[in-house]
């Protein structure tokens, strides 16, 4: 059941913040992280919905899920953002070298 | 298929061109083709024409072909015997006799293989007004029943028995014939009933036919117009059509006092706000009488003939929407007439008549006619069916005619029962139990007709199996029903029931449309029951919105809509909640639909910036799938192992994959176009 997720949708989240362009087809990238990423949290989700023996998923589960993973999730992200300004730091103090 | 199947039937029968006249000669053009062949194959093995058939049988299961083929076939016949056969065999659902060189055989065949539509092809026409039944908010054929013959009719099929809903519903009908007829004397309204009845004359043997089938709206529609139109006539012609016409005339005869009431069913229904007002002089159910006509035509249908006082109590019921409690008296009394004169039937028209008239006056206690209206009022909206103490046993009959009313009324009913027991024991004991099951039956069987509607359904079923328990258990739902509808209880009742049925109604708000038909139709007492239900359900939404006062009604309706607000969803509910319960495969409670949209809105703006940070590492401004995979890359998606485009196909749709991975198509080309 795939459907179709609004891409004006993402867009406009993407650009929120920023003004920074989006390319053509990145929007449906985006889509793709974010089912992959849904799926990851729903996964966990339900594990700790089993874990509480409840056939259904609740907010608790999600939430506490959501907590560690986007931790998690962002983590690696913002390490390697980290990294690379750091790096792009790095090589502008050295005059792009 | 089935769809397919009519209106092959009736595309056959040169009705009225459905659609699938299109899709149909394109099916049956293919059938031909296969036909075509196989009549040239078999053209040789004509003899083994039954192997063939058999074979063919499996193999032809269009039945659309059937309709088209049927008119190939005709030509093909006149060419060749054999081709007849073939088609014959395409066809033939049944056998295909081997009639060779009869193109009417053939045809025969075919329409009958057609899925044995005979029936269908007949009533092709019927079949159309019945569809079309449902929608016509007005009931057309709406039979007025006098109390009497209402309760004639319930009589009969209380006699009848449970059993036979459709026969109930049929016995109904011939009641109402008789009893319509008898009626026919002395109704001022005839005059307005003829002109309604015409309407149902003609509508009525084919919706009698089709009736049953559908709505009761559509039933009582024909059967109301018939029985208008017997009024003048006093004639019990065909039965179906008298059952509708006789009771559409009893109606009117019974509502000799309701100028307008009992008109014609139909117009009861559309005019019952009018016709109430007119005939409402003596009875003040204005509102009810719609519903008390659409309950009456119902009624009618299921009582027939006889129940001039049902009739009558259609009358009152819509006349009274608020007497309820000289209502329940009345309807005992008209029960008792319609008890009597049910037993009479056919014999006295004059007497029948009489009685009704006699009824008339008795209006406003008319149970039935409460209970009709009740009933119309349940089934539309489940509305407040409040007991009518004497209606209730009637409409239970009625019920099992209203039954996409009833249902509603038997949401409420069943509610209102406890309370309304107490009166519609009274009512019950005139009516007696015989005349209970029939109505109920008959009443299902009109009702299912007018509504369609599942709640009704379910109501009516809900008061066919009380009915034919027995008058006392079947007067209390009914009751319970119409008492609901029709009581002084009932007030209470109908409040919440209208609430309830508001809430039923609201939903049903299109049902109710048909629902104040069907409520016309529901005989008078079930009219009476709804007299306050009916209120609400007649012109639903109007009606609701009456008895609710409207907060219920407006519960529906939601403030107006807030400014789209750009922040607030970060994607729309229905997509991410579907979404998630896929990929969870296990329920997920809807209330997490917020905490994941926090958690969304999060997600994106670190998406955003990360992704900003990426393009900038990259020296570009803009971002670009590729920092999409880095990020997927880093997040752990995807590995060496897993590239991209295998996550790509795993989630994407196909429209979307096709944009993001280069397909090769012949020519060399590939799609997307390849920058590098």
């Not at chain 2, 005709?74 to 054999?82: A, K, N, S, V």
């Not at chain 2, 607000?565 to 994607?571: A, I, P, Y």
């Amino acid at each position: 059941m795939s459907k179709k997720a609004p891409r004006a949708a993402l867009k406009l989240h993407m650009k929120k913040n920023t003004n920074i362009r989006i390319g053509k087809n990145a929007d449906l990238m985006a889509q793709l992280n974010l089912l992959v990423v849904l799926h990851r949290l729903a996964e966990e989700s339900r594990v700790k919905a089993f874990e509480e023996k409840s056939a259904t998923i609740k907010v608790h589960h999600v939430r506490a899920v959501a907590k560690r993973s986007h931790d998690g999730l962002s983590q690696l992200n913002m390490l390697g953002i980290t990294c690379f300004t750091e790096f792009r730091r790095r090589l502008v103090q050295h005059g792009r070298l | 298929m089935c769809v397919s199947e009519t209106e092959a039937s009736l595309l056959m029968s040169g009705q009225p061109a459905l659609q699938e006249s299109e899709p149909n000669p394109a099916e049956s053009s293919a059938g031909e083709r296969t036909e075509g062949l196989s009549g040239v194959e078999l053209s040789d093995l004509t003899l083994h024409t039954e192997p063939l058939t058999h074979v063919v049988r499996g193999l032809s299961r269009k039945k659309p072909q059937h309709v088209f083929s049927v008119s190939a076939f005709e030509e093909q016949f006149d060419q060749l015997p054999d081709n007849t056969e073939d088609t014959s065999h395409v066809f033939h659902k049944g056998d295909v006799s081997q009639a060779k060189g009869d193109s009417s055989q053939d045809l025969d065949v075919s329409s009958g293989s057609k899925s044995g539509l005979n029936l269908t092809l007949k009533t092709p026409f019927v079949e159309k007004r019945i569809e079309r039944a449902g929608l016509q908010r007005k009931v057309s054929n709406r039979r007025l029943q006098s109390v009497d013959a209402f309760d004639e009719a319930v009589q009969r099929c209380l006699e009848q028995c449970p059993n036979q809903d459709q026969s109930v519903f049929q016995d109904g009908k011939t009641l109402e014939d008789s009893s319509w007829q008898k009626f026919t004397l002395g109704l001022s309204d005839v005059t307005e009933l003829y002109v309604q009845s015409k309407k149902d004359d003609t509508m009525g043997p084919s919706a009698e036919k089709e009736r049953e089938h559908e709505l009761e709206k559509a039933r009582d529609i024909p059967v109301s117009e018939p029985l208008i139109q017997e009024e003048k006539d006093h004639e019990m012609e065909s039965q179906d059509e008298e059952e509708v016409v006789p009771s559409s005339q009893e109606d009117v005869y019974l509502r000799a006092e309701d100028d307008i009431v009992l008109a014609p069913t139909q117009a009861m229904t559309e005019s019952l706000p009018e016709s109430h007002d007119v005939e409402l002089q003596d009875r003040e159910f204005v509102e009810e009488v719609e519903i008390g006509n659409v309950v009456e035509i119902e009624y009618e249908n299921v009582v027939e003939t006889e129940d001039q006082e049902v009739v009558e109590i259609e009358d009152e019921n819509a006349e009274e929407v608020g007497d309820e409690e000289v209502e329940d008296e009345n309807a005992e009394e008209v029960e008792n007439e319609n008890a009597e004169e049910f037993e009479d039937k056919n014999a006295e028209e004059v007497e029948d008549e009489e009685v009704v008239e006699a009824d008339l006056e008795y209006n406003d206690t008319s149970q039935y006619p409460e209970r009709i209206t009740r009933r119309a009022h349940r089934s539309e909206g489940g509305g407040a069916v409040l007991g009518i103490p004497g209606t209730t046993r009637v409409t239970k009959s009625f019920g099992a005619g209203l039954n996409p009313r009833e249902k509603d009324l038997l949401d409420f009913v069943d509610e209102g029962r406890e309370s309304l027991q107490d009166i519609p024991d009274e009512e019950r004991e005139p009516l007696g139990s015989p005349e209970f099951p029939q109505l109920h039956p008959a009443a299902e069987l009109s009702t299912p007709e007018q509504r369609s509607q599942q709640h009704e359904a379910s109501l009516a079923e809900e008061d066919v199996p009380e009915l034919a328990e027995d008058d006392d258990a079947q007067e209390e739902p009914n009751q319970s029903e119409e008492e609901e509808l029709m009581d002084s209880e009932p007030a209470n009742h109908s409040p919440e029931f209208p609430q309830e049925e508001e809430e039923e109604e609201e939903d049903d708000d299109d049902d109710d449309a048909l629902s104040a038909e069907l409520s016309m139709k529901t005989p008078a007492f079930v009219r009476q029951k709804r007299v306050f239900a009916s209120r609400t359900a007649q012109t639903t939404p109007t009606v609701l919105k009456e008895v609710n006062s409207g907060p219920a009604p407006q519960v529906a309706k939601r403030a107006p809509r807030q400014k789209r607000q750009t922040g607030v969803d970060v994607l729309p509910k229905s997509y991410v909640m579907s979404v998630f319960k896929h990929f969870a495969k296990t329920k997920v409670a809807s209330d997490v639909y917020p905490a994941i949209n926090e958690i969304l809105k999060k997600y994106f703006e670190r998406l955003a910036d990360d992704l900003e940070a990426y393009a900038a590492h990259a020296k570009r401004k803009t971002i670009e799938v590729e920092d999409f995979e880095l990020l997927m890359r880093r997040q752990g998606f995807v590995t060496d192992t897993t590239p991209v485009n295998i996550l790509i196909e795993k989630y994407l749709p196909m429209e979307y994959r096709k944009l993001l991975i280069p397909v090769a198509t012949s020519g060399n080309k590939v799609i997307p176009k390849q920058r590098r």
